[in-house]
Antibody
């Protein structure tokens, strides 16, 4: 069935950078909008960023705007999240999520297992 | 920005009981753009309901969604042991997308 596998998480100091990847398989990646959702330890879900199926439109939560960049490589079935100027409050599990359609008018139907980002000095 | 408020924060019930979880939006939203997810400890969320009332594939019929405008409800008719989890509502369709704060359904 549809599979999303995140990677790239780790421990980084405040002000540092990380690049997360999400490898997609068993569906036509280029036909679906994708997004990142994060969860701080013991907290709820927080939407981070969304990218349309063709990469033409990108949207960000105010908390990450100007620091994070979402992108995709449809030739490699991969979603990315470049995270710069990391803050302690960016710590958490980052989930890659597939939309059920091309843009943000469709619900999330599949989630990856997540990758953990820890920002600490 | 549209904010989703879920209540109660925690619901303590026994297996076999009925659970009603509320999700209230700060502005009216289209029911087409409201979904519910279940998350168990250490796991990724799982889609339960989309379009406010449509069950996802494989979701038992004890789960149902209803509502419109600003008030939405997820109902679990008879709680099974595997239903004790955290439930989130999610609004999409415009930016910023948003999740509610979650309702934890715990065993009484």
């Amino acid at each position: 069935q549809v599979q999303l596998v995140e990677s790239g998480g780790g421990v980084v100091q405040p002000g540092g950078s990380l690049r997360l990847s999400c490898a997609a398989s068993r569906f036509t990646f280029s036909s679906y909008g994708m997004q990142w959702v994060r969860q701080a330890p013991g907290k709820g879900l927080e939407w981070v960023a969304f990218i349309w199926y063709d990469g033409s439109n990108k949207y960000y939560a105010d908390s990450v705007k100007g620091r994070f960049t979402i992108s995709r490589d449809n030739s490699k079935n991969t979603l990315f999240l470049q995270m710069n100027s990391l803050r302690i409050e960016d710590t958490g599990v980052y989930y890659c999520a597939k939309g059920s359609g091309t843009n943000f008018y469709y619900h999330i139907d599949v989630w990856g297992k997540g990758t953990t980002v820890t920002v600490s000095s | 920005d549209i904010v989703l408020t879920q209540s109660p924060g925690t619901l303590s019930l026994s297996p076999g009981e009925r659970a009603s979880l509320s999700c209230r939006a700060s502005q009216s939203i289209s029911s087409s753009y409201l979904a519910w997810y279940q998350q168990t400890p250490g796991q990724a969320p799982r889609l339960l309901i989309y379009g406010a009332s449509s069950r996802a594939t494989g979701v038992p019929d004890r789960f149902s969604g209803s509502g419109s405008g600003t008030d939405f409800t997820l109902t679990i008719s008879r709680l099974e042991p595997e239903d004790f989890a955290v439930y989130y509502c999610h609004r999409f369709g415009s930016s910023p997308l948003a999740f509610g704060g979650g309702t934890k359904v715990e065993i009484k």
